[in-house]
């Protein structure tokens, strides 16, 4: 009787130590995901001054004066 009675308890730690490790994985997604979205929204506004002086590039127009947005030389 005491074989079942360790196998049902090793088989229940194994699957808490499981999901604590799940559950550290998930945090750290999580964490990377807050990252990303913080890191996105700084570099928008960069992307986007690139964005519009490629555009005015491909135009053939004279590139914007330098200021604010991103340098062509």
């Known amino acids: 009787m005491t074989w079942p009675v360790v196998a049902v308890t090793l088989g229940f730690a ?9 559950f550290r994985v998930w945090l750290g997604v999580r964490g990377l995901a ?3 979205e ?7 506004p960069k992307q986007s001054a690139l964005r519009d002086e490629v555009r ?3 135009d053939g127009r004279a590139p914007a004066e ?3 947005g991103v340098r062509s030389t």
């Open 14 to 22: 194994g699957v808490a130590v499981l999901a604590w490790c799940s």
């Open 34 to 36: 807050r990252e990303l």
């Open 38 to 44: 913080r890191t996105r929204r700084r570099l928008e």
């Open 56 to 58: 005015d590039l491909r």
């Open 66 to 68: 330098p200021g604010e």
